[in-house]
Nanobody
Framework: QVQLVESGGGLVQPGGSLTLSCAAS????????MGWYRQAPANERELVAA???????NYADSVKGRFTISRDNAKNTVYLQMNSLKPEDTAVYYCDAYPNRAYWGQGTQVTVSS
């Protein structure tokens, strides 16, 4: 069974930085696309960033220039480096991986507050 293990969430002051990690395992298919979604209370889940196995990336306009997504194909791990964090970034962040279909992690809370 495919499993996604997320880590790195926490409480950060505005302007601070945080890095999320997600290790995927359990699929005989390659994890062609991996990424991060987030969901704030009363909000719809939205795409934050995604990356293909070849390294192509996509970012939400709200995080472009502040967040950087990367991956280690040998470890099937995707990272999200978040800089210049804002209170609006507060949400539960979910790792997403797509081998034969989409799989989701359990989510990790990111809170940006003074």
């Amino acid at each position: 069974q495919v499993q996604l293990v997320e880590s790195g969430g926490g409480l950060v002051q505005p302007g601070g930085s945080l890095t999320l990690s997600c290790a995927a395992s359990g699929s005989r298919f390659s994890f062609n696309t991996m990424g991060w979604y987030r969901q704030a209370p009363a909000n719809e889940r939205e795409l934050v960033a995604a990356i293909t196995r070849g390294g192509s990336t996509n970012y939400a306009d709200s995080v472009k220039g502040r967040f950087t997504i990367s991956r280690d194909n040998a470890k099937n791990t995707v990272y999200l480096q978040m800089n210049s964090l804002k209170p609006e970034d507060t949400a539960v962040y979910y790792c997403d991986a797509y081998p034969n279909r989409a799989y989701w992690g359990q989510g990790t809370q990111v809170t940006v507050s003074s």
